[in-house]
């Protein structure tokens, strides 16, 4: 047993749930396997920072490496982001909603193996898998937010639209209508 698993019940316990674990099939099965990328924008960069090894705190196994960003790649990612903000920005918020939705179909259809994945940090199945739905849950709330037509200004399904509550009180005639109603109901009681 490594020296980073704990004795005893817990930390037999969770060496036990991971020893039947094939660490190469799950890392392979999401693509995790030779020298990765530590920076992305939609696709893996060509990073040029330092090496980082993970290393399994179950049994000390090497589980990958990631060649961590450097400063040139965090510009990249940070000029990438504001372009992608201008264009993510305009998408109607129910549809932005819906692309949070199949994200959380994917970690549903995912969950077991994901659950997997982290159990490889030393964490019980159980305990990875609730991790999993843990972010399952969170886009299922985020998908409830993108529908909430409330306030003065709404959500849209058209593209560049927007639906807002907006008072006509351009003419001066309707400045005289909205002074004598709220001056007739005021004075209305005091009459006799």
Known sequence: MSKFCLPGALGGHVFRANKDLHHESILEKFNLTGELSGAGTGSWLQCHGEELVSISPIDGQSLGTVRCAAGKDYE???????????????????RRGDIVRQIGNALRQNKKEL???VTLERKIRVE???EVQEMIDIADFAVGQSRMLY??????ERPGHRMYEQWHLGRRRDYELLIFRWRYGRGMPCWR
Request: proline share 6%; no cysteine.
């Open 128 to 130: 990875g898998e609730g």
């Open 115 to 117: 659950g997997a994945l």
């Open 151 to 156: 306030g003065l200004s709404m959500h849209s």
């Open 76 to 94: 990249d990612v940070v000029s990438q982001a504001v372009e992608a903000f201008e264009y993510w920005r305009l998408v109607p918020a129910p």
